[in-house]
């Protein structure tokens, strides 16, 4: 899945573009994280019913992971976040993983996503 950013903004609800390719069920999650300012998401997918919900993204510095790791408070037994760093690149980049099957739950964390603001 590749994200570009809509530059006609022609649909406010819906700010980014997507490749046809990508899983529907992503865009909810991907899209709340690329509202954030400081995340860019570059890869995912829903896991089709038979492994867990993957989301890609990049983040311009540790402080705007605090939406994401907040959003996931009580949350632990659904979602994990991991780094890692690229092997030809050196990038640093994150995994967020969900669960299977779980369109409610991702709903919910992307609404949290996006809800969130510093306290």
Known sequence: MTMLPNPSNADRNNPF???????????????ALNQRAGLTTFESCCGHGRS???IFFVANKVEDLRPVLESMAGREQFWHLRVHCAANSGEIYF??????????????????VV???RN
């Open 52 to 54: 867990k919900f993957i």
């Open 17 to 31: 573009q997507y490749g046809n390719d990508m899983d529907s069920e992503c865009i909810p999650l991907c899209d």
């Open 95 to 112: 995994e967020l993983s969900g669960p299977t099957n779980a369109a409610q739950l991702t709903q919910e964390f992307a609404d949290s």
């Open 115 to 117: 809800a969130w603001k």
